[in-house]
T-cell receptor
Framework: DAEITQSPRHKITETGRQVTLACHQT?????MFWYRQDLGHGLRLIHY???????NKGEVSDGYSVSRSNTEDLPLTLESAASSQTSVYFC?????????????FGPGTRLTVL | GIQVEQSPPDLILQEGANSTLRCNFS?????LQWFHQNPWGQLINLFYIPSGTKQNGRLSATTVATERYSLLYISSSQTTDSGVYFCAGREVGTASKLTFGTGTRLQVTL
């Protein structure tokens, strides 16, 4: 069965360190998204991609970057982790290309920045 | 950007009861979807429903796009229905980016 996976599921890091969260989907979807979920803010879009070599900023992109070198993966990098980036991070994908754009979510990564 | 308002914010039901969750949008949207986040944090897509009515078991959803709202009906609720329900929509002309509501937290008790 097609799926979307994230790793690690839990991560504790220190302020200032670079952190990369992995997202891998086997749906062969064009579109991939990164969200963060915080109490009181719901789900907020960080970055998204409509295909290989395409990346776009979402509403809370400062301090984060992504790259899309193949269809399956969209890693999210925190260049210099800050305590304000403690959150649960979700990756999602959707087909795009004019098809019904149902989004499917990964299991999430809980990141703590100390 | 659009605003997405969900009501009620919290709901407690006894097992077997029915409920209606509402989602209002500040502007025209398409690509409307409903999600359930279970107590373990997993987000599951329930419905892709830009317009009309769909049913899946005890759940059904109706979207009236011209009036910018959507409803999620849960019948004969079970404890496994507990969690947070989110609606999300795409502002017309903003390809694929969903804006999420802040959710309705549902607790189903025995």
């Amino acid at each position: 069965d097609a799926e979307i996976t994230q790793s690690p599921r839990h991560k504790i890091t220190e302020t200032g360190r670079q952190v990369t969260l992995a997202c891998h989907q086997t749906w062969n979807h064009n579109n991939m998204f990164w969200y963060r979920q915080d109490l009181g803010h719901g789900l907020r879009l960080i970055h998204y991609s409509y295909g290989v070599q395409d990346t776009n900023k979402g509403e809370v992109s400062d301090g984060y970057s992504v790259s899309r070198s193949n269809t399956e993966d969209l890693p999210l990098t925190l260049e210099s982790a800050a305590s304000s980036q403690t959150s649960v991070y979700f990756c999602a994908s959707s087909a795009g290309g004019g098809l019904p754009d149902t989004q499917y979510f990964g299991p999430g990564t809980r990141l703590t920045v100390l | 950007g659009i605003q997405v308002e969900q009501s009620p914010p919290d709901l407690i039901l006894q097992e077997g009861a029915n409920s209606t969750l509402r989602c209002n949008f500040s502007d025209s949207v398409n690509n409307l979807q409903w999600f359930h986040q279970n107590p373990w944090g997993q987000l599951i897509n329930l419905f892709y429903i830009p317009s009309g009515t769909k049913q899946n078991g005890r759940l059904s959803a109706t979207t009236v796009a011209t009036e910018r709202y959507s409803l999620l009906y849960i019948s004969s609720s079970q404890t496994t229905d507990s969690g947070v329900y989110f609606c999300a929509g795409r502002e017309v002309g903003t390809a694929s980016k969903l804006t999420f509501g802040t959710g309705t937290r549902l607790q189903v008790t025995l």
